[in-house]
């Protein structure tokens, strides 16, 4: 049902990915699976990643990240982080 990259729209904000794995089990595993092979170096599950995922600017805002961090916390292995709880949440079985 998920492909990579997203298709056929742009990513989601930082919300709206969180909103979608908490109600989309399906999504979670695959999403949760994405953002921990990119955090293992995969290449291809970081570009898919950062398919699905843009965090805005208010969303990095709301959370107190200083905009100096701003770019660096909008490639895929940093911002992933951000919701990594959430997955883990969602989809304990992908992870180790």
């Not at 994405?34 to 990095?60: H, I, R």
């Amino acid at each position: 049902m998920y492909t990579c990259p997203k298709e056929p729209t742009g990513p989601y904000s930082l919300w709206e990915v969180v909103d979608l794995i908490q109600r989309d089990k399906e999504f979670a595993e695959f999403f949760a699976g994405k953002v921990v092979a990119a955090n293992g170096g995969d290449l291809k599950a970081a570009a898919c990643v950062e398919s699905y995922l843009e965090p805005t600017n208010e969303d990095l805002q709301g959370l107190g990240i200083h905009e100096s961090q701003w770019g660096s916390m909008r490639k895929c292995t940093d911002v992933a982080l951000l919701i990594l709880v959430i997955a883990k949440q969602n989809a304990p079985d992908i992870f180790p």
